[in-house]
């Protein structure tokens, strides 16, 4: 890792890391980690291997029988101890992690430079122990002398301007990147994205620099460090070539925070933070992969009184949510009684009328184009259940129809009231169960961390997506969000392809993705069931719904002259192709490929054919953690006994990703 790939990830590590208490500290061979806890966040590893890297990792490795005694030492001053910063020396590959409390701390320091160190300084900043000594010229590693950074080196990066870019320069008769590396505190990729974003080769030579090189180079120089100051945005790993489904899966070129124009013609695998792509990036050896059955025995009440403390805890925090909001929705109703007024007289004077749900919902669309105000305030209204959404100053507020004003403000105030009741008998619980384990004498067995394969499945290029194939072989890929969706159409979508949307509001976008001949009749309604399964529909308990496809050319993402055009949407232009009536149901099923199983959903008529195991779902009252659980033990009792262990190494959040939002039910098959 850089110093600039350090910069950009400590975000990451601050928000796991800072207010986390140090369950323990292991060692293999040069790689440190630690294990951290944080209420309400979960468990975390963070990885340090001196000289290298410095991010979090899923990896679940091997502990030596015997800890060296570097690792003893540590765990005897960090164990149990929380973080209270982590900190970056200015811009250099150094990283400082202070744990403690306000009246004394230590500080671990990660040198990830040159062969690399890792040191423990006392609260008065001497070093305490590390993994190297060792005496220099600016500076001495030894046991009881003060610490000492060593001496910066080059120009600091975000220090330059235009004015003193040249003189950065001035005198060197080296190439622009290794004048760049030498005299800039950044690494020579960093030097060499530099060159591509100013479209200057970095094989020039300074001596051969004109003046408007020089100008391009400022200007590459400004948008890259614009970059840094954004942040990680797109974290990748940069492949060597196009993964296929023949060859062998292509290599890693490069770990990188965001897109560099420098790779632009290779392609990418991305991830969610940056310490995956990293953690992706160097791996695991299977040999370092945690033996199970080697570790102890965790004291069953021990785990069961921690279990009980985390659910407290996390009671805790969604009653305090819960208080919160339902005030806010008790002020928000009075501050605006008259219009709510009107509209739940308007509504209940309807139905008394006789009047239908539609046609109400109809009138109350009309009164929105009209401008009336209390009309404009309504979002949704669900027949079913007697309530209707209200957006009030941003915040979404449900009234219950068949109430007054008052007694809907009464309503939210006492659901306030009530949460914050139940905080106080939730902390009292709290005091009560950790009394009980301090009675038991026994220290808190750290938490179990995240379990993955020793070689983590490669996924494909269109896995970050929603994706199916259908029945006749296309590949249909689908948005999770605004953000996804607009890449999806920019990025993704080929002259060739088609376009598809439900035809309601909050649905992804569809791409059917077409190599040569055109879809038939059932891959498009397949992927018309797909928009509609994925959309607003499925929340809304919907059995059926409509949705259309329009050819690339009708996609715009620019707007209409003097109109907006919010981030992740589109214009369509022309003629749209309806499909009516699709069904709104999924079928939810599993891959087995040597060893994995990969969970897969789409439409029945597409998954059941492609594997014979798989279940259907369709809107119901179900929770999604249940109905994952459900699914799971089905699919459990449908592969062959000795593949049954596959499905269950699933983690559960990889199948709630190929389900809808919201609740549902397994269905029996036709």
């Not at 292991?26 to 001196?50: A, T």
């Not at 290298?52 to 990792?57: E, G, K």
């Not at 309504?378 to 009234?399: F, H």
Request: charged share 30%.
């Amino acid at each position: 890792m850089s110093n600039i790939d350090i910069r950009l990830i400590l975000p990451e590590l601050r928000e796991v890391g800072e207010g986390s208490f140090i369950k323990n500290v292991y060692q293999y061979g040069d790689i440190f980690v630690l294990k951290l806890y944080k209420s309400g966040g979960g468990n975390y590893q963070l990885l340090i291997e001196p000289g290298r890297r410095i991010h979090l990792t899923e990896y679940s490795r091997k502990a030596p029988r015997q800890p060296p005694h570097l690792c003893m030492v540590l765990r005897k001053y960090l164990r149990e101890k929380r973080i209270i910063s982590i900190k970056q020396h200015d811009l250099d590959r150094i990283v400082i992690i202070e744990v403690g409390d306000d009246t004394e701390s230590y500080k671990l320091v990660a040198e990830l430079f040159g062969s690399g160190n890792i040191l423990l300084l006392d609260p008065k900043d001497t070093i305490f122990t590390a993994m190297h000594y060792k005496r220099m010229r600016d500076r001495n590693i030894v046991p009881k002398e003060l610490f000492e950074f060593p001496p910066l080196r080059g120009e600091d990066l975000f220090g330059i301007d235009s004015e003193s870019f040249g003189s950065v320069l001035a005198d060197s008769k080296a190439n622009i990147v290794r004048t760049l590396a030498s005299r800039l505190n950044i690494d020579s990729l960093s030097c060499e994205e530099i060159c591509a974003l100013s479209s200057v080769s970095p094989k020039v030579m300074i001596p051969d620099i004109d003046n408007q090189t020089l100008s391009d180079l400022k200007r590459g120089l400004t948008e890259f460090i614009t970059r840094l100051k954004a942040g990680v945005s797109i974290p990748n790993i940069v492949l060597e070539g196009e993964p296929s489904e023949e060859e062998e899966e292509p290599g890693y070129v490069a770990f990188l925070p965001f897109k560099f124009e420098l790779y632009r013609e290779l392609p990418t695998q991305t991830f969610d933070s940056f310490s995956q792509a990293i953690d992706q990036f160097f791996g695991v050896s299977e040999g370092e992969l945690e033996d199970e059955q080697a570790q102890e025995a965790l004291s069953e009440e021990q785990k069961r009184l921690q279990v009980i403390i985390d659910k407290q805890n996390e009671s805790i925090g969604g009653l305090v949510l819960k208080a919160e909001k339902m005030r806010l929705a008790g002020e928000l109703i009075y501050s605006y009684f008259t219009p709510i007024q009107e509209l739940l007289e308007t509504v209940t004077k309807a139905r008394a009328d006789g009047i239908a749900w539609d046609e109400i919902i109809q009138r109350i669309d009309e009164g929105k184009r009209r401008g009336i105000p209390s009309a404009t305030l309504v979002e949704r209204i669900m027949p079913s259940q007697g309530e209707m959404t209200v957006n009030l100053k941003g915040t979404a507020v449900s009234l219950d129809i068949r109430l007054t004003v008052q007694d809907n403000a009464s309503m939210a105030f006492d659901q306030a009231k009530k949460a914050e009741s139940r905080v106080s008998g939730a902390r009292m619980q709290i005091e009560k169960t950790k009394a009980k384990m301090e009675r038991l004498q026994v220290s808190i067995a750290e938490p179990e961390t995240k379990k993955v394969q020793a070689k983590p499945r490669k996924k494909r290029w269109y896995e970050k997506f929603r994706w199916f194939v259908s029945s006749e072989g296309y590949l249909i890929i689908g948005g999770r969000d605004a953000k996804s969706n607009e890449s999806l159409a920019k990025n993704q979508m080929s002259p060739n392809d088609v376009f598809l949307h439900a035809s309601i509001h909050g649905a992804p976008y569809i791409v059917i993705k077409v190599p040569d001949e055109p879809p038939g009749e059932k891959t498009l309604r397949e992927a018309a069931q797909f928009a509609v399964t994925f959309s607003r529909a499925w929340l809304d308990g919907l059995s059926s719904g409509d949705a259309f496809w329009v050819n690339p050319e009708q996609v715009s993402f620019t707007p209409p002259s003097g109109e907006y055009l919010p981030s992740g949407s589109v214009m369509l232009y022309g003629t749209k192709n309806y499909l009516r009536n699709v069904p709104v149901e999924l079928a939810v099923g599993v891959l087995l490929e040597e060893d994995y199983a990969i969970p897969i959903s789409g439409p029945p008529t597409a998954i059941e054919p492609q594997t014979n195991y798989s279940v259907r779902i369709e809107p119901g009252g179900t929770k999604k953690g249940q109905i994952v659980k459900e699914i799971l033990d089905h699919l459990k009792r449908l592969v062959p006994e000795e593949q049954a262990h596959l499905v269950s190494e699933i983690p559960q959040e990889d199948m709630m990703r190929v389900l809808p939002s919201g609740e549902g039910r397994i269905v029996d098959r036709p």
